[in-house]
């Protein structure tokens, strides 16, 4: 089956680095997105990673391993504003979205 | 701004009263999905259109119904709905079902279920 793990739920503090890991086994790979959540809200993107490597983006930089079936999301100067869910989704071979439940960052002052 | 949107953003029906949610886009998309997101779970995939080309996911119950009737609607039915149909409903889109094709959601529907 199609799987995507991510943790439950991490605890950070303002101004520090965390680092959200998901890994995935699906039916063909087209490519990861990251997505962030606000409670209840409407997921918004962040990153697409489709070759291995880290991709930048401002604060936040996503990398990715298609030999380990591994990613993660790295977010550098945290702020209390990316208190969120982040969720991690794969694109399968039939260019599907298959997705994980999410992890909720608490951000700390 | 080009956008999605969805109305009602809270609808609260009655168990097996017949409810319809609504989403518009303006982004001239070809491809709009229908999920459902309970709390702390995944987004699960109900149905999608490809242009007026219907797809509906295997474990989709036949409680939940789609329309698309032009391109920048579309709406989701639920018959009877039950207790177990209370969740986020997300409206997303998307240029096409290519691997860089972004999905783009709308800001969601609450549902309730009483």
């Known amino acids: 089956g199609q799987n995507i793990d991510q943790p439950t739920e991490m605890t950070a503090t303002e101004g520090a680095i965390v680092q959200i890991n998901c890994t995935y086994q699906t039916s063909g790979f087209n490519g990861l997105f990251w997505y962030q959540q606000h409670a209840g809200e409407a997921p918004t993107f962040l990153s697409y990673n489709v070759l291995d490597g880290l991709e930048e983006k401002g604060r936040f930089s996503s990398f990715l391993s298609r030999s380990k079936g591994y990613s993660y999301l790295l977010l550098k100067e945290l702020q209390m504003k990316d208190s969120a869910s982040y969720l991690c989704a794969v694109m399968d071979s039939n260019y599907q979205l298959i997705w994980g439940a999410g992890t909720k960052l608490i951000i700390k002052p | 701004d080009a956008m999605v949107i969805q109305n009602p953003r809270y609808q609260v029906t009655q168990f097996g009263k017949p409810v319809t949610l609504s989403c518009s886009q303006t982004?001239?998309?070809?491809?709009m999905y229908w999920y459902q997101q309970k709390s702390s779970q995944a987004p699960k995939l109900l149905f999608h259109?490809?242009?007026?080309?219907?797809?509906n996911e295997a474990d989709t119950p036949d409680n939940f119904q789609s329309r698309r009737p032009n391109t920048s609607f579309c709406f989701l039915d639920i018959r009877s709905p039950g207790l177990g149909d209370a969740a986020m409903y997300l409206c997303a889109t998307s240029r096409g079902q290519e691997s860089t094709d972004t999905q783009y959601f709308g800001p969601g529907t609450r549902l309730t279920v009483l």
């Open positions: 982004l001239n998309h070809n491809v």
């Open positions: 259109y490809y242009d007026k080309d219907f797809n």
